[in-house]
């Protein structure tokens, strides 16, 4: 069974985000579902959540972890949210097999 935090289509992968900044360290911390039994990634960073810091610290924190360019990686929904919604470019197997290891 698929991890149901993210999905696939086309030569994209769209996952979504529960991003805490001003935490200790950056880190990716496995999957959370809300109240409504949504799946997201959590992830933390040490960065503010001022002037997009926060936001650029989680694109590095992904593309790090997943091993893609961070240039490959945009925040599309949620910028100024603590639930975002991230596109990766390229859907290559590798790609999915490394987020498939986070859940």
Known sequence: MAPDFF???GET?????????RSGMDALDGIGRDDAGRAFLKARVRAVP???AANAALERLLAKR???APS???IVAGATARLKTVRIAGAGA???DALRALG
């Open 72 to 74: 490959r990686i945009d």
């Open 7 to 9: 999905r696939a289509s």
């Open 13 to 21: 992968i769209e996952l979504v985000v529960r991003l805490t900044p």
């Open 50 to 52: 001022e002037k997009g």
């Open 66 to 68: 997943l091993g893609v």
């Open 94 to 96: 590798d790609l999915l």
